[in-house]
């Protein structure tokens, strides 16, 4: 199994393996290319999100890191075990939960969670007893003897992601995982993979929402086109597509050209008009006391301010810079790649699989 080198909370370096690795994946339906070149690297017990628009090839990649798709080129490994040549030995040690719950509607919630406990070769008091541990913990135990005919969308779906905690997985795939949720359950599953990750178990999901991103992953992968177009920590993606601004109304009759003057010595760039009356843009470098240092020096003029807020880069700004609009021909910003490790962006085209390796 490959190694990735990624900084400690103290900036130290240690080697952690990879438990998924692929390289120049393909696949497409037809006419329409789904993966065309894809990359990617996950270290053990992170959690990797991959964000895109529809159709970018999110769930095509999760099929095929799951064993569930054939790649027409490249090569995957999870756990070290090749997708292919060793599809056994990685659903051995791969939990999956799709974009649709997949449980049987004419069982009770306790049965098809015993079910799959035992298909995952657990013995049948084991499943019994990690049944009920799960039920408990997805709010189901009032729920565990109806069939899940009578269940809610949210409960299928609180009962499919139950499922693949069965065999305690060391890969966790997660497609849209909390689709279909509540808040409060939403809450709930973000608690259960951090738990999970926690642990040690290594997690891949896509996901629509930006909030979950930001909230779950040590590392996003922007798809777009069916390649990864951009990759980074959160924080790295949101400082690559922009800076933060700084954004003000001052009060009713102030002068904007003596309001801009002032401000001019705090900003990072021109300072500029917006819409409505006496509002104000700038873009910044956030460092402590910015805000309180731009009151003062405003008030010092004799303008008073009304509002003021700071606005950082979120993953909305992100997600619209880098991946294609609609009725576009490619991707957007071409943003390179951050290793784990931290060092020079890759920049370069899909590497092939090793010399040696067979492709898949």
Known sequence: ????????????????????????????????????????????????CLLGPNGAGKTTAVR???????PEAGWARVGGHDVVAGGAAVRRIIGLSGQYASVDECLTGRSNLVMIGELSRLPRREAKR???ELLARFGLEQAAGRAVRTYSGGMRRRLDLAASLLGRPSVLFLDEPTTGLDPHSRLTM??????????????????QYLEEADQLADRIAVIDGGRVTAEGTPAELKARVGTAHLRLTVTAGAS??????????????????????GRLEMPVVPHAGLV?????????????????????????????ALTRREGSPGPGLPVPRVPPDGGSPDVGPPAAAPTGERAA
Do not use: C, N
Not at 296 to 319: E, M, N, Q, T
């Open 292 to 320: 309180t240092g731009v009151v003062r020096a405003l008030d010092a003029a004799g303008i008073g301010v009304d509002d003021i807020a700071l606005r950082r880069p979120s993953l909305d700004d992100v997600f619209h």
């Open 130 to 132: 990690r049944a009920a």
């Open 64 to 70: 095929m890191l799951a064993t569930l798709l054939r």
């Open 1 to 48: 199994m490959h190694q990735a080198t990624v900084r400690s909370s103290r900036d130290a370096i240690v080697p952690v393996p990879l438990m998924i690795e692929a390289r120049g994946l393909v696949k497409s339906y037809g006419s329409a290319r789904a993966l065309a070149g894809l990359d990617l690297s996950v270290p053990a017990g992170s959690t990797m």
């Open 190 to 207: 973000w608690e259960i993979i951090r738990e999970l990750v926690g642990g040690g178990t290594t997690v891949l999901l896509t996901t």
């Open 256 to 277: 904007l050209a003596r309001a801009s003057e002032v401000l001019s010595s705090h900003a990072a760039g021109p300072v500029r008009e917006l819409p409505g009356a």
